[in-house]
């Protein structure tokens, strides 16, 4: 199966309990992932995008990015530290779950704050709760295995609509929109106390 075929009609999608445990399917290896919602967030268009099994793909990432162009070492990160990491970590480090939190935070009420030493956003101890639960019920992932992800990746920016990407996605049609939530987000936490 080419890596495509493989995010775009996968023999299954996986779900939060899938991954957590000790036998978790994703190698530790390089590679691109694909995020399939059964319900999409608000405001979010879904209007081409890529169906699966009742639920719609809305964002590709890789793991680990292009090597740098100055010549030093290619980080050694994998797609299953990742993919487990935008599941339950939090959005200072994954832009995925900044992403799902902006466009989420009315519904949920949560919104971004500034944590620890202040220059860590983050939706705070229960607001990531609440992302994740929220993910564990909506969110579903499949991956692929590639030597030089970022070049899959691409391709897939190009071909396919995804509103939750970003980067290398500026034609996209909730681009604008979407950066806009986001920023109002950072705006908002930067007028409010650091929590702890």
Not at 23 to 34: H, L, M, N, Q
Not at 45 to 54: I, N, R, S, T, Y
Request: glycine content about 10%; overall charge positive.
């Amino acid at each position: 199966m080419v890596p495509e075929e493989a995010l775009l009609d996968p023999s299954r999608l996986y779900r939060a309990e899938d991954i957590r445990g000790r036998d978790c399917p994703i190698p530790a290896a390089p590679g691109v992932y694909a995020w399939y919602f059964t319900s999409p967030p608000p405001l979010v268009p879904v209007a081409g995008c890529h169906k699966q099994d009742g639920a719609v793909l809305l964002y590709v990432g890789i793991s680990p990015k292009a090597p740098p162009g100055n010549g030093r070492p290619a980080s050694r990160q994998t797609i299953r530290r990742r993919i487990r990491y935008h599941y339950r970590g939090n959005a200072a480090g994954s832009t995925l779950r900044l992403t799902l939190g902006s466009l989420l935070a009315g519904e949920l009420g949560i919104g971004l704050r500034r944590v620890g030493s202040g220059t860590r956003l983050t939706f705070g101890r229960e607001g990531e709760k609440q992302l994740t639960a929220w993910m564990a019920e909506h969110a579903q992932v499949v991956w692929v295995a590639t030597d030089q992800p970022w070049k899959l990746e691409e391709e897939l920016i190009r071909s396919c609509v995804l509103p939750l990407n970003l980067d290398q996605n500026r034609h996209g049609s909730f681009h604008g929109q979407l950066s806009a939530l986001r920023a109002a987000q950072r705006a908002q936490a930067r007028l409010l106390p650091v929590e702890p």
